[in-house]
């Protein structure tokens, strides 16, 4: 019996480490040690004891990056009650169909995003309690209230295979799903991909521009760190170019965790403006595969590669990456020990190594299923085995070369195009900041790939489109080249960073 906070939290005032800083805020430098956080996730324990808030029910999380965010989270599970983080950049509509959907009693939200879920609030028919982080509007309870009088509480007692949080879906293709993890999860990824790729130390201080809402950033600010004792950079805001750059120099992180968007503005930030002047020892990337030209590029101007990797919020972190010391840009790596691949067909069989298949993956971090989604349960988790819907061909050395979600391929001619690999051609042009490719039907009502791309800050535009043809054909032959590309300000993504190509597609795709 083994409720993951004891792990995670408690343990490290055990060993010693109650003085060390677990969480610390930019830019208004804000801490929380360890031992402070065992105490105050104890207090949130007994607090949900208090308001009469009962195991198993769910707390839904719209907090910022904060100090308060673990807090809550930790003492959530402390007690046995589920916290459900939530993506922070939604609109109103969203939240309500999610609060709807996990049937939360409390809504735990920052101050700053109450006024956008302010008007779904009244009709919600499970909501019991609002408790604000920082100014609470009237009808609601402050933080500082809702601990007040309660009795610190220990851990209750649970099994690994119990529901320990939710996470949502991004929503890349639609609405989020509630996807249930169990208290064996967090550990299994600190273990795996933490101990094994990241090679975490105590003496780490991580940075992440991913959120704690996101798979990936909980894994990179919550369970890593926590897993060895090391310290985690906080930034409630948006991770603009400017702003990671300026973390990289001020908080000397040793760890980076970006996203392929983002490390692509931040070379074009740094081409202008200089290099970060940062002590960084490993950065990884995820949310989507990273084009090999921004890795060859960050690697050369920073003098540290990007591992790239694969994981999903079904998985709870990355499962097949690249390692430290085995780097190809331009494949997703190996898999991450202790975790199984496989390439399969529509139907389930084992593709031929060369022949492009659908990712299943197996290992101790697969989520327990989804709420309320027994068909779509059923087809994702297939006994150990969790469908990814990732096209992968695996080469004869054994990595894994990304082609594509599985609705984003099509098939040129009869044969299969990857949106990622015309993706890539075109951004290694270097009039192009992003691109993204869609199918889209020519006058004959074949399918051909249509580019969308955002430029270069000063790039013109005159006569770009047939260079860019040329470019691709050059690069990757002369049939998988987009026959329109239009040049757009920005490209639809989720909170997370990945590209809505479902967005770009015509109403006859």
Same mark, same amino acid.
């Given at each position: 019996m083994a409720n993951a906070a004891l792990y995670f939290v408690d343990r490290h005032v055990h060993e010693g480490r109650g003085d060390k800083v677990a969480f610390r805020e930019y830019p208004n430098g804000r801490a929380l040690s360890y031992g402070m956080l065992a105490a105050?996730?104890?207090? !949130?324990?007994?607090?949900?004891?208090?308001?009469? !808030?009962?195991?198993?029910? /769910?707390?839904?999380?719209?907090?910022?990056?904060?100090?308060?965010?673990?807090?809550?989270? #930790?003492?959530?599970?402390?007690?046995?009650?589920v916290p459900v983080p939530l993506n922070t950049l939604l609109a109103a509509p969203v939240y309500d169909a999610i609060l709807r959907d996990s049937r939360a009693s409390i809504l735990f939200i920052s101050d700053a995003l109450y006024a956008t879920v302010k008007p779904v609030l009244a009709d919600n028919p499970y909501l019991r309690q609002v408790v604000v982080v920082g100014d609470a509007p009237a009808g609601t309870t402050s933080i500082e209230a809702f601990t007040t009088g309660a009795k610190p509480c220990a851990a209750v007692e649970a099994s690994d295979d119990e529901t320990a949080f939710w996470l949502y879906s991004s929503g890349s293709t639609g609405l989020p799903k509630g996807v249930h993890h169990i208290h064996s999860s967090m550990q299994a990824t600190a273990d795996t991909y933490g101990a094994h790729v990241l090679k975490i130390k105590e003496d780490d201080v991580v940075y992440s521009a991913a959120k704690f809402f996101f798979a990936y950033g909980l894994g990179n600010e919550m369970s890593f760190p926590m897993s060895v004792g090391a310290t985690a950079v906080l930034f409630a805001g948006r991770?603009?170019?400017? +702003?990671?750059?300026? !973390?990289? &120099?001020?908080?000397?992180p040793t760890v980076f965790c970006g996203v392929p968007t983002l490390y692509a503005a931040m070379l074009a930030y740094m081409d202008a403006n200089g290099a970060a002047n940062a002590s960084l020892h490993r950065c990884i990337s995820a949310g989507e595969a990273l084009p090999e030209d921004i890795g060859q590029r960050w690697a050369k101007m920073m003098n540290v590669d990007i591992l790239d990797g694969v994981g999903s919020t079904e998985m709870l972190h990355i499962f097949l990456s690249n390692a430290d010391d085995d780097v190809v840009y331009g494949t997703s790596g190996t898999a991450v020990p202790? @975790?199984?691949?496989?390439? +399969?067909?529509?139907?389930? *069989?084992?593709?031929? /190594?060369?022949?492009?298949?659908?990712? +299943?993956? &197996?290992?101790?971090?697969?989520?327990?299923? @989804?709420w309320n989604q027994r068909e779509k349960t059923r087809a994702t988790f297939a006994g150990v085995w969790t469908h990814t819907g990732d096209k992968y061909e695996q080469r004869p050395d054994g990595r894994y070369v990304y082609c594509g979600r599985t609705d984003d391929m099509f098939k040129v001619s009869g044969i299969w195009v990857s949106p990622f690999e015309v993706e890539s051609a075109l951004i290694a042009h270097p009039a192009i900041l992003e691109a993204a490719v869609v199918a889209a039907r020519d006058p004959e009502g074949l399918e051909k790939p249509k580019a969308f791309v955002v430029l &270069?800050?000063?790039? *013109?535009?005159?006569?770009?489109?047939?260079?860019?043809?040329?470019?691709?054909?050059?690069?990757?032959?002369? #049939?998988? @080249?987009? /026959? #329109?590309i239009e040049c757009v300000d920005e490209l639809p993504k989720t909170a997370t960073g990945k590209i809505q190509r479902f967005k770009l597609r015509g109403p006859d795709a």
């Open positions: 105050t996730s104890d207090k !949130i324990a007994g607090a949900f004891a208090q308001a009469r !808030i009962t195991r198993e029910e /769910r707390a839904a999380m719209l907090v910022l990056d904060c100090i308060e965010f673990p807090q809550i989270f #930790w003492g959530a599970i402390k007690a046995g009650v991770p603009t170019p400017d +702003v990671v750059v300026d !973390i990289l &120099n001020t908080q000397s202790g @975790y199984e691949m496989r390439l +399969v067909d529509d139907v389930g *069989n084992d593709v031929p /190594r060369g022949e492009v298949g659908e990712l +299943v993956v &197996n290992g101790a971090s697969a989520a327990s299923g @989804y &270069n800050e000063g790039v *013109n535009d005159d006569g770009l489109a047939e260079i860019l043809k040329e470019h691709v054909k050059d690069k990757i032959g002369k #049939w998988k @080249y987009p /026959r #329109w």
